[in-house]
């Protein structure tokens, strides 16, 4: 049975800020974000988006009556949470009208959410070969204002849905895999904002897709010239091309032009929305569909990492005639984009660090956005 995904689209806001012009009011060298990091613009996520909110608006284009109708799981993959208890996927079970009947759960574990929801998906609609699986990867990436780790902010969601017999991409059974328990990256129950050893986890990201890649190889007697794309999480673009540059080494120059190529088309969109978190590794992806050159039956390579930390690498193979499907992702509204300045972010960035029992409304009436967050009364959270 071949099972992968048959629908995909993803959604950030509609605000950037341009980050030569972030370096520049940060007194560093604009190329040191926009060649150092590989960083060209950054979403800038008001405070009447969240993960559900900026999850059903990715979802909202992909689920229409058939999908509400048969859709029986939901995998929300997020480390931008909303409620200690509540699933982000009941909530957004309620405002993107799925069946009842359909069961879901918010997945953890850093970046690595949507990608353990993807091995979830694979077992369940193997024992239910007629199932719809809808899943997300949602989040918002806060490090602070004027902090080593700002030029690596942003925020999105991915959203999917996979099945048998998909129509974008087969998901290939097998992966390898590395669990270690490390303080590269975490974010303390009482803060909003993340902490991160910078160096530290940029070392443990490469080592993990060298050792789970060459075990990949091994495992399926696999060559990297094998592979017509290597993609990767990419908290910033210039991370995934140094992980690239390890996995290349000692291959031919055919070999390493025709995947630095491919590597080019994948990190295009994430270079213009900043870091996605859950959703950065499928950004790539969609990226890669869109703009690079891509056959039916290609081998893909994936590396997901989520900080803490656990790293997979597992294929997938482009299903025939997928570049006809792609023709509804449309991406050309990203040109759209309004930019703010470094003062506007700040101001945007400050109204949504909130953490109160208090009423309050956000500025959802300034929000184009088809879904939102409205804000806060008797301690819920109210959705539009």
Not at 118 to 144: C, E, F, K, T, W
Not at 182 to 198: H, N, Q, T
Not at 222 to 231: E, G, M, Q
Request: proline fraction near 3%.
């Amino acid at each position: 049975m071949d099972i992968g995904i048959d629908k995909l689209n993803f959604f950030t806001s509609d605000m950037y800020v341009d980050m030569g012009e972030l370096a520049e009011t940060r007194k560093e060298d604009p190329n040191k974000y926009l060649i150092g990091i590989g960083q060209k613009k950054q979403a800038v996520i008001p405070n009447s988006q969240d993960s559900v909110t900026l999850a059903a608006n990715a979802a909202g284009k992909i689920v229409d009556d058939f999908e509400r109708k048969n859709i029986d799981l939901i995998l929300f993959g997020t480390e931008s949470g909303v409620d200690s208890s509540k699933s982000a996927a009941v909530y957004l079970q309620g405002l993107l009208k799925i069946n009842p009947q359909a069961s879901g759960v918010e997945l953890k574990q850093a970046c690595f959410g949507l990608t353990a929801g993807i091995q979830l998906a694979m077992g369940h609609i193997m024992m239910n070969p007629n199932s719809r699986v809808l899943l997300v990867g949602s989040d918002i990436a806060r490090y602070g204002i004027n902090t080593p780790g700002e030029p690596t902010q942003g925020g999105g969601a991915v959203a999917m849905i996979m099945s048998a017999k998909p129509s974008i991409l087969k998901i290939n059974p097998g992966n390898a895999h590395l669990t270690k328990d490390i303080m590269d990256f975490w974010r303390p129950l009482y803060r909003k904002e993340a902490l991160v050893d910078g160096k530290y986890s940029s070392r443990e990201f490469i080592d993990f897709f060298d050792q789970t890649f060459n075990e990949y190889k091994e495992r399926e007697n696999l060559s990297t010239s094998d592979f017509d794309a290597l993609i990767f999480h990419l908290p910033y673009t210039k991370m995934g091309l140094k992980a690239l540059r390890i996995g290349l080494q000692g291959e031919s120059k055919e070999v390493q032009q025709r995947l630095f190529d491919q590597f080019d088309a994948s990190k295009q969109l994430n270079a213009e929305v900043g870091n996605l978190y859950t959703g950065s590794l499928y950004l790539s992806l969609i990226s890669l569909l869109k703009k690079g050159k891509l056959k039916d039956n290609d081998l893909i390579g994936l590396f997901s990492y989520g900080s803490g930390a656990e790293g997979e690498f597992f294929t997938a193979n482009t299903v025939p005639g997928f570049k006809s499907v792609l023709e509804n992702l449309d991406i050309s509204w990203l040109d759209n984009r309004r930019q703010v300045t470094v003062s506007e972010y700040e101001d945007i960035y400050k109204a949504s660090l909130e953490f109160t029992d208090r009423n309050f409304l956000t500025g959802f009436k300034q929000d184009k956005s088809e879904f939102k967050f409205m804000g806060q009364t008797n301690q819920q959270r109210m959705y539009k």
